[in-house]
């Protein structure tokens, strides 16, 4: 049985959900923007260099620029790098790279556009990250690979800073959905209060990549935990969980 109600065949509850579906178009907000200021917020306070995997159209960029002195921002989509690109072209403290995650090997394959990334590329003498950050991301990734390589990219003392979607499998899944979806109108209205009209840009970047889930919170916390001792993992209103963890020193 599913539990996800956006997936239900009840026929009343796909009247509500429809319903909400209907006012929250009217009222769109962005859910991924929403936890930027968590990331922020938790990036080290001494942090020099921050990589943002799947950075889309760099938004993110932008807030982590005004806490750290350099930005790396890579994205596998052409479109999602132009328009980062262009959004901080003024700006020479922030690289943005069309580069896949397993690319980057040390900061110097985001910062040199010549340089080859691969295995070997970040040898001893190169300083890690101080921060990776990753919002809605890690679920277009292989879970276990990801996390062993975003481990692998940290500087001692850097932190794996992730907001992510997870699959709905269980009664706790679905109350912190369900709880969700009753809030997110509201919210709506107090962040779009203007009922929005068709010609209006929609609350994602043109072109944004998107994929279901495959793993439930459980699931990625016990892989955290394997892989990260000492991740906190959390479920979070709006239909996020979060991931931070803080390499040893």
Not at 168 to 190: I, K, Q
Request: include cysteine.
């Amino acid at each position: 049985m599913r539990l996800d109600p956006r997936a239900t065949s009840i026929r009343p509850l796909r009247r509500a959900v429809a319903s909400l579906a209907a006012f929250n178009a009217r009222h769109p907000w962005n859910h991924n923007e929403h936890f930027h200021g968590w990331v922020v917020r938790r990036v080290p306070h001494d942090a020099r260099v921050v990589l943002d995997v799947g950075c889309g159209a760099g938004v993110l960029l932008g807030r982590l620029r005004s806490r750290v002195a350099e930005v790396h921002g890579i994205d596998a989509d052409a479109g999602m790098v132009a328009q980062a690109r262009a959004r901080h072209a003024v700006d020479p403290a922030v690289t943005v790279r069309r580069l896949r995650f397993d690319d980057v090997r040390s900061p110097d394959d985001v910062r040199s556009p010549v340089r080859t990334p691969g295995p070997g590329a970040g040898s001893a003498g190169h300083r890690g990250y101080d921060a990776v950050t990753m919002v809605a991301v890690l679920h277009h990734l292989e879970l276990d690979e990801a996390l062993r390589h975003a481990r692998d990219l940290l500087a001692p003392g850097g932190r794996l800073l992730v907001v992510g979607l997870a699959r709905v499998a269980t009664a706790r899944d679905l109350a912190v959905d369900l709880a969700s979806a009753l809030l997110n109108p509201l919210v709506g209205l107090v962040k779009h209060p203007r009922r929005a009209r068709p010609e209006d840009p929609g609350p994602d970047a043109p072109g944004m990549p998107v994929r279901d889930p495959r793993h439930t919170v459980d699931e990625i916390a016990r892989a955290a935990r394997a892989l990260l001792p000492g991740a906190r993992v959390r479920r979070r209103l709006f239909f996020r969980y979060t991931l931070e963890w803080t390499a040893p020193r």
